[in-house]
């Protein structure tokens, strides 16, 4: 049912979105005729300072494919680091054996595990310890923790300069200092259950999920204001992780009380399409081609009634805005948030209310492993991962 509103609510809406500003160069006359048509310019993004170019304007994740490994990241231990916020510790996976190669205390409703920009450490967010618990990479063992406000998520600013923690229940943006963490400044924003984000493909702008506003809200950062609000129609909406497509033309934002994807044109800031997935729409994970997004259903919903659907992933492939695929978990399960391999071939996902991981094999879309883990997993990160820094979440590579 709520599916069908939500695609009610799209009758209205634009069927296409403006594309990425560019420039070009004019094209000079041939002094022959030719049969062959003229080439235009290849397009070039205008990105803010200090932000790293973007190599292919088609696919802004081209740098963050399979076995693109950074030298920042050579001497990284392959590792998955499972957040276990029910029982406030970290489970760390040998992601070759599949076997549980250690456990570590993180203090109160760990959430997150998240990437720094530079790729140095993993941060582990403690949302109710109110601190940042770094982990070395090299050994896979974390540090002493960094004292930091509701730090429910974690992101970087493009140019690499600042931290933004997403201070949930405080409903702003704090930027603080990637090393120290100390704090900047802060940005209050109209965001109930402030949650997950991402950029614009030239850094100019994010936009952000409110999960228990039903809307997202987009943010100028280079003045650091609010530049807008958009409901997303549905009163059960309850949107959750949010991913750039690869052109950099459309954002897709996981709902996981109408049981999809909404698709929005950043630039223009209005809802242009919804994907029907499944229950429990959360994670949102492009694929190491950049042709996929993968979805995570997790079947389940603590805040409006529990467990009403089996947990799934669902596959949309980008150039069409459809799902290709939908691969099921054997038995049912919870998956939630995670990420990709460094070759692309596996999707590992935490089993939020099944204290287990999942392994999916993203060839064949079969179930490869699941994992007993502590109680309430939730972002898990796998590292290393490809790409040349890191935007935050649980890998958002660029």
């Given at each position: ?53 973007v190599h292919d304007p088609v ?10 490994l950074s030298p920042a990241t ?303 997993p939730h972002g898990l990160t ?17």
């Amino acid at each position: 049912m709520a599916a069908t509103a939500a695609l009610a609510v799209l009758s209205a809406c634009a069927s296409s979105s403006p594309g990425v500003q560019s420039t070009t160069s004019a094209r000079r006359p041939s002094p022959k005729p030719s049969t062959t048509a003229p080439q235009a310019a290849p397009v070039t993004i205008r990105t803010v300072a200090g932000m790293p170019p973007v190599h292919d304007p088609v696919n802004l994740y081209r740098d963050a494919g399979a076995g693109m490994l950074s030298p920042a990241t050579s001497a990284a231990l392959p590792r998955v680091y499972v957040p276990n916020g029910a029982s406030g510790t970290v489970t760390v996976i040998d992601p070759a054996s599949k076997q549980v190669v250690g456990t570590f205390p993180a203090g109160k409703m760990p959430q997150h595990v998240v990437p720094a920009y530079d790729l140095q450490r993993l941060w582990v967010l403690e949302n109710s310890s109110n601190a940042l618990l770094p982990i070395d990479p090299k050994t896979a063992l974390p540090g002493p923790s960094i004292p930091v406000d509701d730090p429910y998520n974690l992101y970087f600013t493009p140019d690499g300069r600042e931290a933004m923690v997403v201070a949930e229940q405080r409903q702003r943006l704090d930027f603080r200092d990637p090393q120290t963490m100390a704090l900047h400044s802060s940005l209050p924003l109209p965001c109930p259950g402030l949650n997950h984000m991402d950029f614009s493909i030239d850094g100019r702008y994010l936009i952000a999920t409110c999960e228990f506003g039903g809307r997202l809200v987009k943010v100028d950062l280079t003045n650091r204001t609010l530049a807008g609000v958009l409901p997303l129609g549905p009163s059960t909406s309850m949107p959750q992780d949010v991913r750039i497509s690869p052109d950099g033309k459309r954002f897709y934002v996981a709902d996981m009380m109408v049981g999809g994807v909404w698709i929005v044109d950043g630039d223009a800031f209005k809802v242009i399409g919804f994907v029907v997935t499944g229950v429990g729409a959360h994670g949102l994970y492009p694929s190491r081609d950049g042709r996929s997004l993968y979805v995570a259903n997790r079947g389940w919903s603590m805040v409006r009634g529990g467990r009403h659907g089996p947990g799934n992933v669902s596959v949309i492939d980008f150039a069409t805005s459809k799902v290709s695929a939908t691969w099921p978990i054997p038995g049912g399960g919870s998956p939630d948030m995670g990420n990709i391999t460094a070759d692309g071939r596996e999707l590992w996902l935490a089993g939020r209310y099944d204290s287990e991981v999942y392994v999916f094999d993203t060839t064949t879309g079969g179930l490869a492993a699941r994992i007993p883990v502590g109680d309430g997993p939730h972002g898990l990160t796998v590292w290393p991962q490809p790409g040349r820094y890191s935007l935050g979440h649980t890998g958002n590579m660029r």
